[in-house]
Structures are given as structure tokens and as C-alpha cells.
T-cell receptor
Framework: TQLLEQSPQFLSIQEGENLTVYCNSS?????LQWYRQEPGEGPVLLVT?????EVKKLKRLTFQFGDARKDSSLHITAAQPGDTGLYLC???????????FGQGTTLQVKP | EPEVTQTPSHQVTQMGQEVILRCVPI?????FYWYRQILGQKVEFLVS????????KSEIFDDQFSVERPDGSNFTLKIRSTKLEDSAMYFC???????????FGSGTRLTVV
């Protein structure tokens, strides 16, 4: 059974601080995706990383895929209250593109 | 921006009743999925659908579940005889190809009483 372990599960920081969320597995994934989910809504795609070692930037968010394609990280620089929310990582491995989700990281950024 | 549309947003049903959850995926997408999220738990894969047939299903997706794409636009999930433990948010998702990310709908909150 493939599992994605996401850490930390909860994170409360002050505006302006930096943070990193980790997503780890013993399985290899063909791609890894990061989503953000608001209460009562569906996940919204932030980024897809495909190549081992790949780094993608989305404004203050930096996403990295591990060399072995088993882990990933999301780094937020100078967090803002608008970054508050639930962040999910999800790995795709089968030909059908089925996603295995992590349990999510709830981020609270205090002004 | 194109959206995946799900209806209804909330459905309450009695245990043992049949429910049909509806989704309209993005028109040029080829791969369709249903996921569910029980309150406080992970998002779980149910089924994938491509080329008018199921391409993969999870252990959750037993004989009580079925999917259809009856008219080339709608994509439905039917639960024949609902159980209390079927209460969850059900998300439909679609994507153009296997290398692209998903677009998720806003979900249907199913409450079985």
C-alpha cells in the first residue's frame, strides 16, 4: 500500500516567517502535486512536479521533488495571513493517474 | 477559467436509499475521477474513468457503487443502498492527460441518516 506522510500536520506562525512542509513516502511516484483546500471546497492545484530534483517557484512558494521521486517539500517565504489554509500533497503512480493524498498540513499565519 | 461543476452541493438521504451524484467535467478533458473525503480524514481515491470505462477502482468502490458517462458531458456516481459510513464529501475531478494536474469540483456533501 502506497502512503504519503505529510508533516507537520498543524503549523501556526507569525506573518513574515518562513516555513517548510514535507511530504515523504517509501514509494516512487511519477509525479507529485500540491493542492490547497479551503473549507467546504475541492482541492485547487498549485503545482505539479515530474522530474526528480525538479524545483518550481510560484511567487513566494517553492516546491521541490526529491531526486528519487519519493518525497517533496513546499517552502513558503515571508508567510502572509492570506496563505492560511490546508495544503495537500498527492502522488500519482499508476497509469490511470490515481492520486494518493497526504493527510494535509493546516497552516495558520497570524498577522 | 473552466470549472468542474458538481450537483447537488449537499444531499441528505436515508440509509438504504439510492443516491446519484452528478458532475460536469471540463469539456476537453479525457480522464475522470471520483474521490471522497470523510470528515477529518484524507482524500481517498474511489474510481478513475477513461474512454467510457472504468480504468481503476479502489477497495472502497464495491458493488454498491457505479459510475456512468451517459451523454458525453455528465459523469455520475451512483450509490445503490447508502450506509451511514458513506457520509462524506464526494469530489469529482478531471484532467486532459496523465501528466497534467487535476481540476476538482467543489464537492457534494452526502449525509446518510
Amino acid at each position: 500500500t502506497q502512503l504519503l506522510e505529510q508533516s507537520p500536520q498543524f503549523l501556526s506562525i507569525q506573518e513574515g516567517e518562513n516555513l517548510t512542509v514535507y511530504c515523504n513516502s517509501s514509494s516512487v511516484f511519477s509525479s507529485l502535486q500540491w493542492y490547497r483546500q479551503e473549507p467546504g471546497e475541492g482541492p485547487v492545484l498549485l503545482v505539479t512536479v515530474v522530474t526528480g530534483g525538479e524545483v518550481k517557484k510560484l511567487k513566494r512558494l517553492t516546491f521541490q521533488f526529491g531526486d528519487a521521486r519519493k518525497d517533496s517539500s513546499l517552502h513558503i517565504t515571508a508567510a502572509q495571513p492570506g496563505d492560511t489554509g490546508l495544503y495537500l500533497c498527492a502522488g500519482a503512480s499508476s497509469n490511470t493517474g490515481k492520486l494518493i493524498f497526504g493527510q494535509g498540513t493546516t497552516l495558520q499565519v497570524k498577522p | 477559467e473552466p470549472e468542474v461543476t458538481q450537483t447537488p452541493s449537499h444531499q441528505v438521504t436515508q440509509m438504504g436509499q439510492e443516491v446519484i451524484l452528478r458532475c460536469v467535467p471540463i469539456s476537453n478533458h479525457l480522464y475522470f475521477y471520483w474521490y471522497r473525503q470523510i470528515l477529518g480524514q484524507k482524500v481517498e481515491f474511489l474510481v478513475s474513468f477513461y474512454n467510457n470505462e472504468i480504468s481503476e477502482k479502489s477497495e472502497i468502490f464495491d458493488d454498491q457503487f457505479s459510475v456512468e458517462r451517459p451523454d458525453g458531458s455528465n459523469f455520475t456516481l451512483k450509490i445503490r443502498s447508502t450506509k451511514l459510513e458513506d457520509s462524506a464529501m464526494y469530489f469529482c475531478a478531471s484532467r486532459v492527460g496523465t501528466a497534467q494536474g487535476y481540476t476538482f469540483g467543489s464537492g457534494t456533501r452526502l449525509t446518510v441518516v
